[in-house]
């Protein structure tokens, strides 16, 4: 019987425009370009909404891709680049999709898929009208899953705009407004907003329980599942689900946890373990190349304090907090496993509590020592 087998591959970018890894998998039979659901993408510029190095990279995926996919499959593939990183996070494409088999190995698995949304009106960004279109899509992206129930869910990666000066312009010519003339509040009003959306298609937080004011302002409000980030490249919404289904198979899974603050990684040292590895304390030697990928989300705290200490990260006129946070939470996670080949997003509004955010881990089970000698053999 033939099942969807998920893949993903981290593949090491020497600049926003190296896609010599991604072309070299596809030449050498590694990646069937045909099976590409997304690609997610560290870069290293700023991460603020001059971040070009998002689109720059977008449009070298896209080249790469279009000698082997018709104009229409390259256009359907999820592009989420995130801008920045700080530290030492190393900058990365993962490549993730599905082929056809009938000798995966086990079940449940991960079980990975996508969505567009359409374009957005930029008067809705930040509103009720963009929470609901986003719920739209991540329902879309689920049904391409297959993925019935929303608790098999762990991860929902969505790319979504900005305003720039002039789609200001634009909306105030038509006569409507936008919830902020700021260009840089409506990257955290826009990742907010398409968090929201996420929590609404999930069953989290009904539609109706929140008004437009809560955005972007009720910390105590967001999705344990979700993770958004804004860009200036696109004017929709590009959506990645990634979750647990038993109408896949193959050696891959996914668990998630939710960090309460920077410093917060025993959730992550549990998922961990609910994977099957022994995370006693960081990742061993042996451990790590089980480590498919790790994807997070990173805030500064609103109090300005860290488990009662004061931080400077939200009084720094000269680096965003954003940037602060992505290095800071970076050097947490890369210290447990081992590693800072690691997907860390700054911005984290509703995505987990204030100052925290999810996490998610995806995992080879051939590769993780404890199954495998539980098993006698890899899966």
């Not at 000066?165 to 509040?185: F, M, Y």
């Not at 069953?203 to 009720?218: K, P, W």
Request: glycine content about 12%.
């Amino acid at each position: 019987m033939m099942t969807r087998t998920a893949f993903v591959h981290r593949i090491a970018a020497a600049s926003p425009d190296d896609v010599s890894g991604l072309s070299d998998a596809i030449a050498s039979g590694v990646i069937d370009p045909r099976g590409i659901t997304a690609i997610l993408g560290k870069t290293e510029g700023n991460g603020n909404v001059n971040d070009f190095t998002r689109a720059f990279a977008v449009r070298a995926l896209k080249d790469a891709l279009r000698p082997h996919l018709a104009p229409e499959a390259v256009e359907a593939v999820s592009y989420v680049m995130s801008g920045g990183t700080e530290g030492a996070m190393s900058p990365h494409f993962l490549v993730l999709g599905s082929s056809e088999t009938d000798n995966a190995g086990p079940s449940p698995a991960l079980a990975v898929g996508g969505a567009h949304t359409p374009a957005m009106p930029f008067e809705q960004l930040g509103r009720l009208g963009q929470v609901a279109l986003v719920a739209e899509g991540v329902r879309a992206a689920m049904a391409d899953a297959g993925i019935t129930d929303a608790a098999d869910v762990h991860f929902v990666q969505i790319k979504c705009p900005l305003l720039t000066a002039e789609r200001i312009a634009a909306v105030e010519a038509s006569g409507a407004s936008v919830a902020t003339r700021d260009t840089l509040k409506s990257m955290g009003l826009s990742r907010g907003a398409s968090s929201l959306g996420v929590a609404v298609a999930l069953g989290e937080i009904a539609l109706e329980t929140f008004d437009e004011a809560a955005i972007g302002r009720d910390a105590s409000l967001w999705s344990g599942r979700a993770s958004a980030s804004a860009g200036v490249e696109l004017a929709n919404h590009e959506i990645v689900v990634l979750g647990m289904s038993r109408d896949w198979s193959g050696p891959l899974a996914i668990d998630h946890a939710v960090m309460a603050d920077g410093i917060d990684v025993e959730p992550v040292r549990a998922a961990l373990r609910r994977l099957g590895f022994a995370a006693n304390g960081q990742l061993t030697p042996g451990e790590r190349p089980a480590l498919v990928a790790l994807l997070a989300k990173a805030e500064a705290g609103t109090s300005g304090r860290l488990r009662g200490l004061r931080h400077t990260m939200l009084d720094d006129s000269d680096i965003s907090s954003t940037r602060h946070a992505r290095a800071f939470v970076a050097g947490s996670l890369g210290a447990l496993v081992g590693h800072a080949g690691i997907y860390v997003s700054g911005g984290a509004e509703h995505q987990g509590p204030d100052g925290g955010g999810p996490v998610a881990v995806i995992a080879d089970r051939r590769l993780i020592p404890s199954l495998v000698a539980a098993e006698g053999s890899p899966s």
